[in-house]
């Protein structure tokens, strides 16, 4: 590990070696989606069995009607025939070596980090924060910390937890929720620890008698007439309810569970009540449920407790943003957070809506006048020649692939697909080879194994820790995406690129869990967005830099479902990219920074569980720091400015180019800039017609860069 120190802060960083990929592209695609929506869960303490319905089950919560589309079965997938149809090899650089036998390795979540390397590191489960000890865990609740750059709230204990574990391992997840083993010296389950992304409650379920001692910067709980144990620790109030508790230590008989929350700073009665009662009855784990109209696209979290009661959980800002369903039981409290306050809620059950996101590959150019359409015919005619040869990895392999695949389709939209034959053949070809289910017994690159210790397809050659299980979801959206445009009105094509284009897919978005495969490997269904980081190596948590390839993943998704005719998946698809759109804006691109006085940025760049940055993996220029969160601008990043005040937009812009555009990134910042309103559109195609080439990214074109900026105009 390397540190950089800002005035206040000492900001842990990874070493080179640990770092991800930078430049990207993307495309788009356009697809009609049903008015249908997906149901996944896992049930806790489960190893690879199916996911019941929400609300399923034993002792789970009854779900109540919500507003919203309604939900759908998943689709159904034969993830064992997928992996079956490629070669097996051992290939993955990940050891997960705090992981139950049978437990799929929970790749690019939150809680990662209590699974890969030689020390678990701290996760944040918002709004508390987690770590495991040698005999136990502890508790904190991050509070920010603003300096100029950075928004940080590290895990700072203020409950420790010592059941007298030897160590421990995760026996179950999914993508909300975790539960832990402690283990005794012989290795035997002393107890399931649970916590949940959104849940104020960690709870231990005993698998036999066992005695706790819980300190609170050096004192202890202390019982209290109301059932619950409460301690004081300095900046934050705990709660402790379940087993018998005197004199710091808790005893708990097998079966029996113990559960700590911490209150509100700003608590009400009401919500020390409700946390002490809905605690007696502990979450177990996470049902989610997706629906997808016209207007919305709707995601419902269920929080299941071991007897069915109510519970309880937090808004983060997404939650709260546009159009929302109505909440009853909410306005509790609010806790700290890096992404803004928290609000407290009774209940089991989290409802948000995004504004709908279907798959779009095309532009708009119907309104575009003769001279721009000629300037882009002219760039592309250029664009098309100067097309190098496609590189064989598979992050800058996929985004040239993506890059060709969107000149196609402009040519061909404009009208002059004498243009661009050739290089749909080329493209084509080239898609061709990567999806030849045995290529990799013939080659060493351009072609997919499957990692049956990784659980995961990983494409050869690995670039920027893809083998590690980095970005995949941006790798492989660009091959979904490329193919989708490509395979449009050729179901002959979609045919023989399924195979490995499917395996692509569910390895980054399988809606449930599987044997072969995790459910949903990226995204996080609470915090609305993806993970980057396969093993989560950070005390900060894990993180996501380029919110924009994100949100491309899953347009390539969306357009390869259309391409392929598969209605689920593109409802899936649609899903994913709305809440993604969403919270890249509310979090990334146009953040409500307002609370967070000192910090001098209008964006952040650089979001972890446990810290904001105004900073990138590889470069410090305003130039690369904004640029990031725009690559590809393909046809789907116009959601960017969806409901942003178009000075917002203004002003990153100007602050990304002090020096002008002339810079790394700098068509996407003029495509960006041309979002912001028809004046701003005007300029940006006077300037863009004369931009140099280092201003025009390798995922992208020039032809691209001007067909965008016309549109917006």
Partial sequence: MTTRTTDSLTEVRPPPTTRRRWWVIAAAGAVVVALVAVVV???????????????????????????????????????????????????????????????????????????????PQPVFAEPLSFGLTDSGFTLGLPTPTVDSKVIIAPHVPAVTVDAGAASAQVSAADPVSVTIDLLDGSGAVLGHVVLAAG????????????????????????????????????????????????????????GSTATWYALPPD?????????????????????????????????????????????AYVLMPHHRTGDQPEREDCGLGAYPSVYGDLELCAGSQLTSFAPALPATGQLDLGGISDDQRTAIVDALKADVADTPAFPSDTYFGGKALNRAASLVVLGEQLGVPDVVADLRATTTDALREWAEPDGCTRRDARCVV????????????????????????????????????????????????????????QDIAAAQASSELPQLRSFDPYAGHSWASGTSPFADGNNQESSSEAVTAWNGLGLWAQASGQPELATEATWLASTEALTARTYWTAPDLEQFEGFDHTMVSLNWGGKRDYATWFSPEPSAILGIQLIPMGPVQTSIALGVDPEQIRASVEEATPGGYGVQFGGYLLMYRALAGADDAAAAWEEAMSLPDVAIDDGTSRAATLAFIAAAG
């Fill in 199 to 254: 849940s104020p409650f960690v709870s231990l379920t005993a698998e036999q008698d066992v005695t706790l001692s819980s300190t609170v910067a050096g004192g202890a709980f202390e019982p209290g007439d109301d059932g619950a144990a409460t301690a004081d620790a300095g900046t934050s109030q705990w709660g402790l309810v379940g087993g018998t508790t005197d004199g710091g230590s808790t005893t708990l008989s097998a």
């Fill in 41 to 119: 869960a896992v049930a806790p303490w489960a190893k690879d069995s199916p996911a019941p319905a929400a609300g399923g089950g034993p002792g789970s919560a009854p779900v109540a009607d919500v507003s919203g589309p309604p939900d759908a079965t998943p689709p159904e997938v034969d993830t064992a025939a997928l992996v079956a149809a490629v070669p097996a090899e051992s290939l993955a650089k990940i050891d997960p070596v705090r992981l139950a036998p049978g437990v799929v390795p929970p790749s690019n979540r939150w809680y990662s980090g209590l699974v890969f390397g030689e020390q």
């Fill in 267 to 311: 608590a009400t009665d009401a919500a020390a009540t409700t946390l002490r009662t809905a605690a007696a009855d502990p979450v177990t784990g996470v049902d989610v449920t997706y629906g997808v109209d016209d207007q919305v696209a709707r995601t419902t979290l269920t929080y299941r407790t071991a007897g069915g009661a109510p519970t």
């Fill in 450 to 505: 499957y990692d049956e210790g990784a659980r995961s397809a990983i494409g050869l050659t690995p670039s920027f820790g893809s083998d590690e299980l980095n970005d995949h979801h941006f790798h492989y959206g660009y091959f979904l995406a490329a193919a989708g445009l490509l395979a449009t009105d050729d179901p002959a094509l979609a045919d023989e690129l399924a195979p490995v284009m499917n395996l692509l897919a």
